[in-house]
């Protein structure tokens, strides 16, 4: 059958897909380095992925399940950070250098997941998946679909 088509995919869409894929490359990396979990999160992000291209509700609400638990963490990160910042447990140098470094990646973190919350929320994502799901854009898309 080939790879799953695009065609009509909404641009948010295409960007949501690109941050996957560059957190894929990430895990991938950790996997070859002899992680466990790297591989984990490599497969767990190729079956979302792949469920996402499909049109699988399901995929939409566990990769959305994963946003909202995303965004706790990066507030977390943050609230973190802030304390430490604001407690004055950070003397310079390298632990200054180490509490910016981890509010800058909680941040990342934070607008990463508001992004995937507010893709795949948005109705022209969710009528896409849909109709991707009935094999529709496939079929009526130029260049789609099977011939008799």
Known sequence: MGYPRIVGMPNKLKVLIGLIGIGMLGSLASGLQGSTSGWLSFLLD???LAGVLKGKE???NFLMLLAVLGLLGGVFGVVL?????LAGGVHGGS???LVFAIGGVSV???AQNAFALWCLSRRDVQNWMFQKSLG???ADAPGG???P
């Not at 950070?81 to 910042?85: C, E, F, G, K, Q």
Request: aromatic letters at 0%; proline letters at 0%.
């Open 46 to 48: 190729a079956a979302l």
């Open 58 to 60: 399901g995929a939409r």
């Open 81 to 85: 950070t802030l304390i430490a910042v």
């Open 95 to 97: 632990e200054l250098l």
């Open 108 to 110: 990342l973190v934070l």
């Open 136 to 138: 529709a854009m496939g």
């Open 145 to 147: 679909g099977s011939s």
